[in-house]
């Protein structure tokens, strides 16, 4: 019975990523705390609708700048608004904990400029802390 569940669950998993791509970017974000840096990893349709983890901090200054601060990880939605061949239009939602203490809700708008099939950045808005935020990032697609 183990064997079944297992061999229809690869089956399943298999045509559910033959529709996705793999999208891994690196992020930076200033908001009026100050600036994060970070990383995200999302499934994306061929529709451009997404689901990933991200992870971001705020590094330190001088001997305390490789300890993490106020960090911020959690999950987030992509919705395409408008797309065309090489820029595309995206409300995202991303939901999370800061400081592991703290739920939060972070609405936002990105534009997104393809450079290659493949690769290409990003530039974002955003509500963090009751002010706006803005952030960019580079993008490979993976698979």
């Given amino acids: 019975m183990k064997a079944h569940f297992l061999l229809l669950s690869f089956l399943l998993f298999g ?4 529709g996705q791509g793999v999208v891994v970017q ?10 994060q840096h970070g990383a995200t990893i999302q499934f994306e349709s061929r529709t ?3 689901l990933g983890i991200f992870y971001q901090a705020e590094l330190g200054n001088g001997h305390e700048m490789y300890i993490p601060k106020d960090t ?5 939605v992509q919705v395409p608004l408008a797309t ?11 939901a999370g904990f800061v400081n592991e203490n703290f739920v939060v809700l972070v609405p936002g708008l990105e534009t997104r400029i393809h450079i290659t099939r493949r690769f290409g950045t990003a ?9 706006a935020a803005v952030s960019g990032k580079l993008f490979v697609k993976v698979f």
């Fill in 72 to 76: 911020f990880l959690g999950m987030l």
């Fill in 26 to 35: 690196g992020q930076s974000e200033c908001t009026v705390a100050g600036s």
């Fill in 48 to 50: 451009l609708w997404g």
């Fill in 84 to 94: 065309a061949k090489s820029i595309s239009f995206f409300a995202i939602l991303r």
């Fill in 123 to 131: 530039f974002g808005m955003s509500m963090r802390m009751g002010y």
């Fill in 15 to 18: 045509l559910i990523a033959k």
